[in-house]
């Protein structure tokens, strides 16, 4: 069945790093794929999305590119903050005739920010 | 606009005891579904719902019932809870855009 694979956490950075957040999927037809947050103590909010191969999704200085060739759809920001302190989930949404509207998540990935 | 509303935010059972978790929704998604998250296991879907008076089974759906009368309602229920189903519940509705909307959680606690 589909499947969706993150890259384990925590990641630790300090303030204005880099961040990438790996994130690959395993999937029949063509599905949605979703990157979710998690503040603490909270429900989750949908970061960004992309609906199509080479789809870039951006919200709030991430961005993620759906790759078709290799099934990624890694999350990147130039320069994090503390305030991005939160858990990262990797999504997926069945494509096509097969969309039964069921969303697949992988594990989360926790990010924490050093001033 | 509350979106999707969860009672109770937090409940602490004994093995064996009974409760219903409840959902509801004022956005008129045809869509709902219930997940549960642990630590290191992303969130895993239990049960989900296309519309009023269908439901069907998710990835992880032994030892819970689900029912929609209604469009707004899509309550979770545990008959027997066990410690295994100590987890944080959520609920989930989705438009026709597939955009999905959480409610805040329920934690719950099996002892």
């Known amino acids: 069945g589909d499947s969706v694979t993150q890259m384990e956490g925590p990641v630790t950075l300090s303030e204005e790093a880099f961040l990438t957040i790996n994130c690959t999927y395993t999937?029949?037809?063509?599905?949605?794929l979703f990157w979710y947050v998690q503040y603490p103590g909270e429900g989750l909010q949908l970061l960004l999305k992309a609906t199509k191969a080479d789809d870039k999704g951006s919200n709030k200085g991430f961005e993620a590119t759906y790759r078709k060739e290799t099934t990624s759809f890694h999350l990147e920001k130039g320069s994090v903050q503390v305030s991005d302190s939160a858990v990262y989930f990797c999504a997926l949404s069945e494509g096509g005739s097969s969309n039964t509207g069921k969303l697949i998540f992988g594990q989360g990935t926790t990010l924490q920010v050093k001033p | 606009n509350a979106g999707v509303t969860q009672t109770p935010k937090f409940q602490v059972l004994k093995t064996g005891q009974s409760m219903t978790l409840q959902c509801a929704q004022d956005m008129n998604h045809e869509y709902m579904s219930w997940y549960r998250q642990d630590p290191g296991m992303g969130l895993r879907l239990i049960h989900y719902?296309?519309?009023?008076?269908?439901?069907d089974q998710g990835e992880v759906p032994n030892g819970y019932n689900v029912s929609r009368s209604t469009t707004e309602d899509f309550p979770l229920r545990l008959l027997s809870a066990a410690p295994s189903q100590t987890s944080v519940y959520f609920c989930a509705t989705r438009d026709r855009a597939y955009g999905y909307t959480f409610g805040s959680g329920t934690r719950l606690t099996v002892v």
């Open positions: 999937a029949t037809g063509y599905p949605s």
């Open positions: 719902s296309v519309g009023a008076g269908i439901t």
